[in-house]
């Protein structure tokens, strides 16, 4: 698959460019990333689950934007260490608009979190995504994740989830066995309000 890069209005390449987020950028962004994340993903996160991601781990969120500064793609993540045991880095939304899809603008997204987990030792990443949602699963299998199990009426919508992960350290696979992931069935999210 070729990878097209995004069209300005005069047809011509526009300048795509890539930003991490900073809370200064929240009364300029934040809205037009919910209003993308809620067209793309199933949850109706609140508010409150954007600030949860945005404040304490801002500089691991990375937004595509346009050369009139339009939001066209962001990944929110966070990391943390998980059950007193791996520092997992945690990609918790992806959205990229629809017109712009399939120019690389979510598998740029996603590295540049990814490069920055691995920057601060992250063990492993992880993520869910809809079973439905065969582009996504394919964007993550190609950076190297792993389907780790099935997780059965995941969302609130009933649909059903597979946990991806990406084994950053040599032995954090086999590692991970001993922190209780094994029977792990819960969300990462905290609830929406």
Known sequence: ?????????????????YVQYHSSKESTYLAAIRQLISTDLSEPYSIYVYRYFLYQWGDLCFMALDEQENLLGVVISKLEPHRGGPLRGYIAMLAVKEEHRGKGIATKLVQMAIDVMIERDADEIALET??????????YERLGFLRSKRLHRYYLNGNSAFRFVLFVKEGAATARLSYGDENENEPELPPSA
């Open 1 to 17: 698959m070729s990878e097209n890069p995004p069209r300005g209005l005069s047809g011509r390449p526009s300048e795509l460019h």
């Open 130 to 139: 809809e079973v439905t949602n065969t582009a996504a699963m394919k964007l």
